[in-house]
């Protein structure tokens, strides 16, 4: 926990659960995936964490923004943000939304479809697009695959279509599945896709640009790579398939910027057994799938959980959160273990929120409230 945000909660003792985040973490993170990979163009992914705050910040730092919706676009402008700096990376748009953001002056937009190709030639003429490949999410603790991208063989197609149909097909872009902690999957998807670059520059498409999507890891419970690991073999993948004549390079890093910046409180609200004898306790919070932890859906993101107690002796425990859904119950088979003296009322820090919880947090299920978040 930075020292910002321990201050912040010691000083203010805001009413839990609540987000505190960082900002100079978040210009922090910034900056060091800048310093590993001074090749690309960094287009944070707004949807990580959408707050004024976060994009203010980045706007600050001369970021550009992957923007998911005509929504996320308007938020980048109101901050700020340059239409210029801003791509339409959501390869599932509805057509007035292209035609909102290419009014407002987006020009970049993905797609991985016939149908969707067919929407920005009308709602977008002339504009920049890339077509998103479908890649292996090996690795990632949170995959995306199947849902986006294509074959390589009909992105060839596309691409080659585009062109003909008033469009500048102008890169193509891959994402490895977010929490990607095994430096392969860029390493196994910039070679597949340097296939597809070669092929279509010699076919005359004028290609310029390769976007490798988000991923970088935060650690959570376990150590991760560091951003310099991902760097290097990124780079040295980009050299291997393209030799001297590497592409413009965009990167689309969500997790990696905002998570480690965020510390959410919380309220220990019950500690109870099944069975007296049982030596697993039930903790129950005051936050849970519902306020805000969506990726504890399959015990994916594992958050790493410090409490007052802490040194003095642990055992096992399931955490859930408050609502009267079982759904909500966040981990009960990682093997969590929690102090002994741990009882209602006392406040618990979970680390590395600062990514997809504030917007994934419902509107009022059982009557609570969204999660607040704070920025400092
Ligand atoms: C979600 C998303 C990202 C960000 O992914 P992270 O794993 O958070 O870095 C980047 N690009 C696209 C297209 C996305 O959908």
Redesign the pocket.
């Known amino acids: 926990m930075t020292s910002k945000i321990a201050r912040f909660l010691r000083e203010q003792a805001p009413p839990t659960p609540c987000l505190v985040v960082d900002l100079d973490r978040v210009a922090a993170s910034y900056r060091a995936l800048e310093r590993a990979l001074p090749l690309a163009r960094i287009y944070y992914?707004v949807?990580?964490n959408p707050a004024a705050e976060v994009l203010r910040t980045l706007v600050g730092l001369g970021s550009s923004f992957?923007a998911?919706s005509e929504e996320e676009v308007m938020a980048c402008l109101a901050v700020g943000a340059e239409p210029a700096k801003i791509s339409y990376?959501n390869t599932i748009k509805k057509e007035r939304s292209i035609r909102r953001a290419f009014e407002a002056g987006v020009r970049l937009f993905a797609f991985d479809s016939e149908e969707e190709l067919e929407k920005l030639a009308r709602a977008a003429p002339g504009a920049q697009v890339y077509c998103r490949i479908l890649v292996e999410n090996e690795g990632a603790d949170w995959p995306?695959s199947r849902k986006f991208g294509c074959t390589v063989e009909m992105a060839r197609d596309l691409m080659l279509k585009a062109a003909g149909m008033g469009l500048d097909p102008m890169g193509l872009s891959f994402?490895v599945g977010?929490?990607q902690t095994n430096t392969i999957a860029y390493e196994a998807a910039i070679a597949k896709v340097a296939m597809l670059f070669t092929d279509l520059t010699e076919r005359g498409v004028n290609l310029r640009m390769l976007n490798l999507?988000?991923?970088?890891p935060a650690r959570y419970r376990k150590p991760v790579p560091g951003i310099d690991t991902f760097g290097n073999a990124i780079h040295q993948a980009l050299v291997k398939a393209f030799g001297n004549a590497i592409p413009e390079i965009v990167v689309?890093?969500?997790?990696?910027i905002v998570a480690e910046a965020g510390v959410l409180a919380a309220e220990v609200v019950l500690v109870s057994r099944k069975a007296k004898d049982d030596p697993v306790r039930w903790v129950y919070l005051d936050v849970g799938r519902f306020s805000g932890l969506a990726e504890t859906e399959g015990e994916a993101i594992k958050y790493r959980i410090t409490t007052p107690h802490d040194g003095k002796a642990k055992g096992p425990v399931a955490i859930a959160g408050p609502t009267c859904d079982s759904v909500d119950t966040m981990y009960e088979k990682s093997g969590y273990q929690l102090p002994q003296a741990l009882k209602a009322g006392d406040q618990v820090l979970l680390h590395a929120t600062g990514?997809y919880t504030t917007t994934y947090s419902s509107v009022g299920f059982n009557g609570f409230a969204p999660l607040k978040d704070y920025y400092v």
């Not at 689309?252 to 990696?256: H, L, N």
């Open positions: 992914a949807k990580a992957d998911a990376g995306l994402h977010s929490q999507g988000g991923g970088f689309e890093p969500g997790r990696f990514a």
